[in-house]
């Protein structure tokens, strides 16, 4: 009888389309977004995440549709992140049907724009993605999809976030992402205890201990994963099982 | 109980309301007696057969956002106090219930049941705020027809950091354990109150609100 760790399917989603890449290049195209969310759906996802990464401007609308007609048929809370820049576009994904929304890069340029959407809008729908990578002795905040450095310390940065109202923090590790070689325990374990928000791990998921490991060792509340699933390496249901014979508390109702 | 019974969710700027209108449209399917009507005009109650109140954000700024539609508050007292209409708030529709609201300073509920929405303090540190995730429910066995069909430990969406201190612990008719009890459900005579959001609780949700929709609230 306890609140149970979150298992959260991923779909990249480019002008309306799902893929999925592999650090972050060599994109496949590979399916209907609200198909796949139904799928998830039907099969007991805890949560579902659609990062958008339409790089043009014209093809951005696209996501509004996704979001909105998977909202009409999945009754499960659902959030959306890339290209999260304004208050505007927050309120249009949050009408279109989107329940949180992730703030990336935006909260780089400009950290008072997650205060001031976590007061508008409320922390409870605000996470904070961030991409990590390991420089010399420490994690530092990546951005374009872990090629651009920011010189900002990870830690810190997850503590700042935290106190200007984010809900819940979505944190990749650039090095691992893509890798199927596991999280980042080391970088997830040193932001989930240095926050009192939620933690959701993502980066490297290759296989279902890999999915005990960011809960047991990286003290996350959730972990989140893209390719296991859409490839059909590894099914909710499966990985569920798997987590819950490991001792992790799953949902299996 | 007309052929066509309506259900009214009100809608008053908090968040997205479509997606609750289709679930509660998507619960109703099944015995296909329910139209959904999402409206922001309080002449619309007084042909209500059940009323929601979703809500989502801070207390006091939902408070402000349903105060601001001219008559609304009225109405729904109205409604729900004088004519006994099946009630159901969700979040902070249900937290508005109360007596007062403690977040972001004090504010006044509508004090329909007694009690405080105060912040959650779990015992244990290590546990994260907002309690947000997927938590099993503890309740008393035919402790409310909306409950009937469940079993104890089913479980529901929460998203939340501030949660409904009862003062009557008969009003409280489910909880949940995060580093001590958190109330899930409040309710007395035609009102109920969800702090999860059944809307967003996939198969139990959908139950849930069709469990709703079936209660004549008396």
Redesign the interface.
């Given at each position: 009888?306890?609140?149970?760790?979150?298992i959260i399917p991923c779909l990249d989603v480019d002008k309306g389309r799902v893929v999925k890449g592999v650090n972050f290049v060599d994109l496949v195209d590979a399916g209907d977004p609200v198909e796949q969310a139904k799928i998830y759906?039907a099969a007991?996802a805890?949560?579902l995440c659609f990062l958008d990464i339409t790089a043009s401007h014209e093809d951005r609308d696209t996501i509004f549709e996704v979001v909105?007609q998977t909202?009409?048929?999945c009754?499960?809370?659902v959030t959306v992140g890339g290209g999260v820049r304004s208050v505007d576009d927050i309120r249009k994904l949050?009408?279109?049907?989107?329940?949180k929304v992730a703030i990336n890069t935006a909260a780089i340029h400009n950290p008072e724009f997650v205060r001031e959407a976590a007061l508008k809008?409320?922390?409870?729908?605000i996470v904070v993605a961030m991409d990590a990578k390991r420089n010399g002795d420490r994690f530092e905040i990546f951005t374009h999809g872990g090629r651009k450095e920011t010189g900002i310390e990870a830690i810190g940065w997850a503590k700042q976030m935290a106190e200007y109202g984010a809900?819940?923090i979505l944190l990749t590790s650039m090095d691992k992402d893509g890798t199927k070689s596991g999280f980042d325990i080391e970088l997830t374990r040193a932001i989930a205890d240095a926050v009192?928000?939620?933690?959701i791990a993502s980066g490297g998921v290759g296989t279902l201990d890999h999915m005990v490991e960011g809960v047991r060792d990286g003290h996350a509340?959730?972990v989140l994963a893209a390719s296991i699933f859409h490839f059909g390496t590894y099914s909710i249901q499966e990985t569920k099982a798997h987590m819950q014979a490991a001792g992790v508390p799953v949902?299996m109702? | 109980m007309s052929p066509k019974n309506k259900t009214v969710i009100i809608d008053y700027g908090s968040?997205?309301l479509?997606?609750a209108a289709?679930?509660f449209e998507?619960a109703s399917e099944e015995f296909g007696a329910s139209e959904v009507v999402v409206t922001n005009d309080p002449a619309t109650l007084k042909n209500a057969d059940h009323i929601v109140l979703p809500g989502?954000?801070?207390f006091a700024?939902c408070k402000a956002g349903l105060a601001a539609v001219p008559g609304m508050i009225d109405a729904l007292t109205e409604q729900v106090i004088a004519n006994k209409k099946p009630f159901l708030g969700i979040c902070v529709g249900m937290q508005l219930m109360a007596t007062l609201g403690r977040e972001h300073g004090d504010t006044d509920g509508f004090g329909w049941i007694d009690g405080e929405v105060v912040e959650i303090k779990p015992s244990d540190a290590a546990?994260?705020?907002?309690?947000?995730?997927?938590?099993?429910l503890?309740f008393e066995p035919g402790a409310h027809p909306v409950l009937s069909g469940f079993d104890v430990?089913?479980?529901a969406?929460?998203?939340?950091?501030y949660h409904f201190a009862a003062a009557n612990a008969g009003n409280v008719l489910a909880e949940?354990?995060?580093g001590g009890a958190v109330t899930a459900m409040i309710g007395r005579d035609n009102m109920i109150g969800t702090q999860f959001?059944p809307?967003?609780?996939?198969q139990?949700?959908?139950a849930f609100i069709a469990n709703f929709l079936r209660w004549p609230g008396v």
């Open positions: 009888m306890m609140l149970k760790t979150r759906d007991g805890d949560e909105a909202a009409e048929q009754f499960m809370p949050l009408l279109a049907g989107a329940d809008f409320g922390s409870q729908c809900g819940e009192s928000i939620p933690v509340s959730a949902r109702d | 968040g997205n479509r997606s289709k679930a998507r989502v954000g801070a700024d546990l994260k705020i907002p309690h947000m995730g997927w938590n099993a503890s430990g089913a479980h969406y929460f998203v939340h950091s949940v354990e995060y959001h809307e967003k609780s996939q139990f949700g959908l």
